[in-house]
């Protein structure tokens, strides 16, 4: 068979294509728990938004009356119509065309190479995925200080930068780029960064985001975890029941204790929600079996929940349930998380951007040059959500160990 694009197109469907789920929920922590089950996955999707109806007031046409008094009024339930824009997600591969022409001459060479390939980018694509669930739409990776005109820069945190990530700063408040492209050249600390091209001034209202990404991402946790702020369209301040339970101490650390956690436990209880699984960093983690330890609570320290996950257990009044960690949790915070409420609303899973006659490769042409490589291109339309704000919680504000 001749080498051909239409023959590169069929190899790349059937090496990338069957393999791509699994490698996700395997490979990160958040996202395969939000996962776990077909039912917190909804495709039933327009291309853009979805939309649903969420319960927020009942029937107030309730009373009790003497003899021959007017009977209470009618009332009725009240729903409000939550509405989630779909993100639009992309990661990419490129090939040389040197590396194309293996498909007639050693057809196995190149299905190695593109596989290779794929298998990296399926990392990168759950990775990135992972740390959204916990952010908010706007991809702030870490916040800056006042600082400047310098290239090395000092941040809240660098956890999230990798070396070789291109990323922009932005003005949160309204999101002006203040530098666009540039990439991370070094990590010298946990707070400090180097980024190329000249020296950029910064304040505390900067943000570091992956570049342009600013108000493009999920809808993580941050956004979803909160008592205020409009949310799918909902805002709390018309319905009040559409808050989650914050728990924060000012910006102060404190230390990690069982009362903390108990009253977030129940505070979602009395609303009526439920607790499924606490996520948390490591070192929150080290405070609370720490704790146990001092107090001699040395039960169910390590237990096994469905699906074989091991966990830290932690008791609710529906039952133990895991402390899930995971080193992308934000450092600080402990959240309570109903995860049959989290929903990752989806027009389709990965796959392959292919143009006009269904073709997967473009040739690569960069600055109006072609290249002798070619590029192919995934796309998924999804954003998180919840039907349900006031079951999830957080505890912030507190120490790590």
Request: net charge neutral; glycine share 10%; hydrophobic share 35%.
């Amino acid at each position: 068979m001749p080498a051909s694009l239409a023959t590169a197109n069929a190899i790349a469907k059937e090496v990338y294509g069957p393999r791509l789920e699994k490698q996700l929920n395997d490979d990160v922590v958040a996202l395969r728990r939000i996962q776990r089950d077909s039912s917190n996955i909804i495709t039933e999707t327009s291309g853009k938004y979805v939309t649903f109806p969420v319960h927020v007031r009942r029937n107030t046409g309730i009373g009790a009356r003497n003899e021959n008094e007017a009977l209470p009024a009618a009332g009725q339930q009240g729903y409000a119509a939550a509405r989630i824009g779909l993100k639009y997600l992309y990661g990419a591969v490129e090939l040389t065309g040197q590396t194309m022409e293996l498909v007639d001459s050693k057809p196995q060479a190149f299905v190695s190479a593109l596989d290779n390939e794929t298998e990296r980018l399926r990392t990168d694509l759950s990775l990135d995925l992972n740390r959204q669930v916990y952010g908010t739409q706007t991809g702030t990776l870490a916040t800056c200080t006042a600082q400047g005109p310098v290239t090395t820069l000092t941040v809240s945190d660098t956890s999230l930068f990798e070396l070789g990530m291109l990323v922009d700063i932005v003005v949160a408040a309204d999101g002006t780029v203040l530098a666009a492209g540039r990439t991370i050249n070094a990590i010298p600390s946990a707070t400090t960064v180097t980024i190329s091209g000249a020296g950029v001034t910064t304040t505390t209202g900067h943000v570091f985001v992956r570049s342009g990404n600013w108000n493009r991402e999920w809808t993580g946790f941050t956004s979803i975890v909160a008592a205020t702020g409009t949310l799918h369209n909902i805002d709390p301040t018309t319905e009040p029941q559409w808050t989650a339970n914050v728990d924060a101490n000012g910006g102060t650390p404190r230390p990690v204790s069982e009362g903390l956690f108990n009253v977030m436990s129940d505070t979602i209880k009395q609303r009526g929600g439920k607790v499924t699984a606490i996520f948390t960093t490591f070192g929150i983690r080290r405070a609370y079996a720490n704790l146990l330890q001092q107090q001699r609570q040395y039960v169910n320290t390590n237990g096994k929940f469905d699906g074989g996950y091991t966990a830290l257990a932690y008791n609710t009044m529906d039952g133990e349930i895991p402390m899930v960690v995971d080193r992308m949790a934000p450092k600080g915070k402990a959240w309570f998380i109903n995860e049959d409420a989290i929903k990752l609303y989806r027009e389709f899973d990965w796959k392959w951007m292919q143009h006009g006659g269904g073709d997967v490769w473009r040739l690569k042409n960069t600055g109006g040059n072609d290249y002798d490589a070619y590029i192919a291109r995934l796309v998924q339309y999804s954003d998180l959500g919840t039907n349900r704000r006031n079951t999830h919680g957080l505890v912030t504000d507190l120490s790590e160990n």
